[in-house]
């Protein structure tokens, strides 16, 4: 059974800044990604709000760097799921979808966010290319334009009420009578 002192569990933009930082550290670490590295900005069309970059950048363009940058140090990701976390004594054994067991002093879950999705027609295929689930990292691609937010909670008016800065018109579509986001 494999041991390291340190796993990664997540390939995004944080679990990557871990293992840069946990290998300079000297200490014998592994990141696990399901996927591939990246995480969400993997698939963000263009990001002009990372420092450094003040030109802008493809979301894809900023995880080759990230990635670039770890591989430096070492990085040789382990493609795999982490489907069950237990402990045994000063141990975490993380147990993965293939079976195999690997062992570690500590683990850092940088798993990150997944949006919730509509499952319409198109949204797949528009996913960064207008159809977006950041407010925050998005707003300003909308300046001037009139759009729509679906959902009726807390998440889905908060980002309205910060993307009203940027738009010209919002239209905030719900499936119920009345919304359910708290009214404070």
């Known amino acids: 059974m494999a041991e390291y002192d340190l796993v990664i569990v997540g390939g995004g933009p944080a679990g990557l800044a871990a293992y840069i930082y946990a290998a300079r550290a000297r200490l014998k670490t592994l990141l ?13 069309d263009w990001v002009e709000n990372y420092p450094g970059f003040p030109e802008g950048l493809s979301g894809a363009e900023l995880v080759e760097r990230f990635v670039a940058h770890a591989k430096a ?5 382990l493609n795999q799921e982490v489907v069950a ?4 004594g000063g141990w975490r054994r ?5 079976g195999q067991t690997i062992r570690s002093r500590t683990v850092i879950v940088a798993t990150g966010a997944s949006p919730k999705k ?3 027609p198109g949204e797949a295929q528009l996913t960064g290319k207008g159809v977006s689930y950041c407010a925050t990292c998005d707003g ?6 009139v759009i729509a937010v ?3 909670g807390n998440t889905a008016v908060q980002e309205s009420l910060f993307l009203t800065k940027f738009v010209k018109k919002l239209y905030l579509l719900h499936r119920r009578d009345q919304l359910r986001a708290t009214q404070n």
């Open 85 to 88: 976390l237990s402990l045994e």
């Open 118 to 120: 509509l499952g319409i």
């Open 140 to 145: 300003p691609f909308f300046r001037d334009q």
């Open 94 to 98: 993380l147990h993965l979808s293939n």
């Open 73 to 77: 140090w070492g990085l040789e990701p």
């Open 150 to 152: 679906v959902g009726g």
């Open 32 to 44: 696990i990604e399901r996927l591939s590295p990246g995480g969400q900005v993997l698939v963000t």
